[in-house]
C-alpha cells in the first residue's frame, strides 16, 4: 500500500513563506501525477498545482499563479509546493494527491487522484 506522508505547514504571516513537502512511502509505484488541494474552514476542497510526470508540465489555480510553484523529484516519487507572498486567504488544509494510474483526467480534477496524504493545516494570519 502506498501512503503519503505531507510535511512543512504552519504558521506564517501574510506575506511570508513556506515550503510544503510530500513523499510517497510504501510499496513501490510510478506516479502518474502528483498534485495539491487545499480546503479551508466551510469550503469545498480545491485544486492548487499539479505536476505531470510525463511531460514536466504544471498546471495552477489563477489565485496562486506567480506565488506558487510546484517542483518534483519523480526518482523519488516527491512533490513540492513553494509558496510565497502568502495571503490569509490562503489558509486551509493542504493535501497532496498522486494517481498510480494512466488517466485522461484533468490534472486539476480530484477524479484523477487515487492516493490522498492526511493534510496538513497552513495558516497565514494579517
Known amino acids: 500500500q502506498v501512503q503519503l506522508v505531507e510535511s512543512g505547514g504552519g504558521l506564517v504571516q501574510a506575506g511570508g513563506s513556506l515550503r510544503l513537502s510530500c513523499t510517497a512511502s510504501?510499496?513501490?509505484?510510478?506516479?502518474?501525477?502528483m498534485a495539491w488541494f487545499r480546503q479551508a474552514p466551510g469550503k469545498e476542497r480545491e485544486f492548487v498545482a499539479a505536476n505531470s510526470r510525463s511531460t514536466g508540465n504544471t498546471y495552477y489555480t489563477d489565485s496562486v499563479k506567480g506565488r506558487f510553484t510546484i517542483s518534483g523529484d519523480n526518482a523519488k516519487n516527491t512533490v513540492y509546493l513553494q509558496m510565497n507572498s502568502l495571503k490569509p486567504e490562503d489558509t486551509a488544509v493542504y493535501y497532496c494527491a498522486a494517481s498510480s494510474r494512466i488517466s485522461a483526467t484533468s490534472y486539476t480534477s480530484e477524479i484523477r487522484y487515487d492516493v490522498w496524504g492526511q493534510g496538513t493545516q497552513v495558516t497565514v494570519s494579517a
Open positions: 510504501g510499496r513501490t509505484f510510478t506516479n502518474y501525477g
